[in-house]
């Protein structure tokens, strides 16, 4: 019986074989099916951003310290995803390129787009109305309740041309217009470019002109906000750290920082990634996604408006002249809460109880560069200092500042990266390295006052001719070192092409040696 029972089984799974292998069969079948008939589709942006702002491997690094000792950052930055990061990879939007567009679609739109954090991507929050759409005919001026109507603009300052108005004020998306809203006809127009640096044909020639108008004839609104507006440009020489903060960050500050959040950014001349290079300074200031006036499709209606920065000189604030006294001291604690920046101080010693302090040396490369960079960083490991090298271009701008936050000392030649001072700790010291050319005046104008309005130690360390690399180009004898101003009167080009594009500097190690001492008492006293 055992046997019989035992012959059985093995007919049927003999029987059975065959089925399974055909299930088996199908199920392969469909599955590559699915697999091959789905779309394949890549994103254009990473989690990273783009290639036109890289971070510099640590391969350069070795190479500009020609290939000897490498002082650099060990387990300093955690490299745990940064907020931006994170935006980054939540916002690219893979379309399906087999997907046909809609007739109304712009038929040079590519298929992978990345949403920017702007109005049309954001759900309508308590402090917007969005109106009626269906009626498309001009609407009568709104009456706004407990407003003063005005409108205001100045253009004596020397710096940049502002109007502030308050009433019924409309800005058309795509366009070049904020229309301020009158019960008769006046026609007024005040053109103007809403970029903190005034006369400069350069800048100006990246910014577009808006004009403020005051008229009777107005489009009908079609999103409604209870918060006030703040237009500017985010074009001109956006890009240059220097520029990022003198021109931008640090005049938005002055301008926005009084409305606590309750403020709405309506930004032309917009590039995304430098609006996400800087994504957690606008989500401090201001609670709302960014308007890009430059491709929105809405009318935004306000009750009050600002367009332009107020701007009073490099690098710096102006407490006298800022709403609430604002001063650098007050942006430095902001951007180190926008920022996460641990340190909000050097006090004493005790700040240095188990490690040595620390120095940032910023390498450059193309103009201006240590020469003998190797024997600086070599100079400070033996007076003590716990030494970092880094070209200072992150595109990762919270990393970064959180690397400068951690350093008692930042050392660097004239140039943007100095602009990096504003993320030390106050009472850090600053250690300005000023090529030859007579450029004290500007090298203390642009970073020796914003330093000390920081409350930051300034050291300025003048070359003498036999450290420039100028000695190398012309005869002891040229105007070059004879008379360096002479070439400041013929124009900034000129200055620039002369000392700083094509000047570098060769550190004299006894002499700077004094300078580094100088730098260890201030931080240990």
Request: glycine fraction near 4%.
């Amino acid at each position: 019986m055992p046997t019989n029972m035992k012959l059985f089984r093995n007919a049927s799974q003999s029987h059975r074989f065959p089925f399974m292998v055909l299930v088996i069969g199908c199920f392969l079948v469909s599955t590559t099916f699915i697999l091959i008939s789905r779309p394949l589709a890549f994103p254009s942006f990473g989690s990273k951003l783009s290639s036109d702002h890289p971070q510099n491997s640590e391969k350069n690094k070795e190479d500009n310290l020609q290939g000897k000792k490498n002082y650099t950052v060990t387990d300093t930055i955690k490299e745990d995803k940064t907020e931006i990061d994170e935006v980054m990879e939540t916002t690219v939007e893979i379309e399906d390129e087999t997907t046909k567009k809609d007739d109304n679609s712009d038929q040079d739109e590519p298929h992978n787009r990345m949403t920017l954090p702007t109005f049309s991507n954001y759900p309508i929050n308590d402090n917007l109305q969005v109106e009626n759409k269906s009626n498309p005919e001009q609407q009568s001026p709104v009456e706004i309740k407990n407003v003063e109507k005005k409108l205001a603009c100045e253009f004596s300052d020397p710096r940049v041309d502002i109007c502030e108005m308050s009433g019924d004020i409309r800005i058309p998306g795509n366009s070049s217009e904020i229309i301020f809203v009158e019960s008769q006809e006046k026609n007024q127009v005040f053109r103007l470019r809403p970029y903190a640096r005034k006369g400069d044909e350069a800048a100006f020639s990246r910014v577009r002109e808006l004009a403020v108008k005051s008229t009777a004839a107005a489009p009908q609104c079609t999103v409604r906000h209870n918060v006030p507006a703040i237009v500017f440009s985010a074009g001109g020489y956006t890009g240059n750290l220097f520029h990022d903060f003198t021109d931008v960050l640090i005049p938005l500050f002055v301008t926005a920082r009084q409305f606590d959040g309750e403020v709405q950014f309506v930004v032309s001349d917009m590039n995304p990634w430098w609006i996400f290079k800087y994504l957690l300074v606008f989500q401090k200031l201001s609670k709302y996604p960014v308007i890009n006036f430059d491709k929105d499709k809405e009318v935004h209606c306000f009750s009050k408006v600002t367009v332009g920065l107020r701007a009073h000189m490099e690098l710096s604030i102006d407490p006298s002249r800022a709403p609430h006294g604002y001063s650098m001291v007050d942006f430095g604690n902001f951007l180190r809460s926008a920022l996460n920046l641990e340190r909000e101080s050097i006090s004493n010693i005790e700040d240095l109880a188990g490690r040595r302090p620390r120095i940032l040396i910023v390498a450059r490369k193309k103009s201006r560069a240590f020469v003998n960079l190797y024997e600086i960083a070599q100079l400070a490991d033996q007076l003590g200092f716990e030494v970092i090298v880094d070209e200072a271009e992150a595109a990762d701008v919270p990393k970064f500042a959180k690397l400068v936050n951690s350093v008692d000392v930042l050392l660097a030649a004239h140039g943007a990266g100095l602009t990096n001072l504003v993320f030390l700790p106050p009472n850090a010291t600053v250690i300005h390295v000023v090529p030859l050319g007579g450029l004290e005046w500007m090298a203390t104008m642009e970073f020796g006052y914003p330093a000390k309005d920081m409350k930051l130690d300034y050291v300025q360390y003048s070359i003498s001719v036999e450290e420039s690399s100028l000695i190398e180009q012309y005869p002891r004898d040229h105007p070059v070192f004879k008379d360096p101003f002479s070439f400041q009167k013929q124009g900034l080009g000129v200055m620039r092409s002369v000392f700083m594009d094509k000047q570098n500097v060769k550190l004299d190690i006894k002499k700077f040696k004094n300078v580094l001492w100088k730098a260890l008492e201030h931080i240990i006293q």
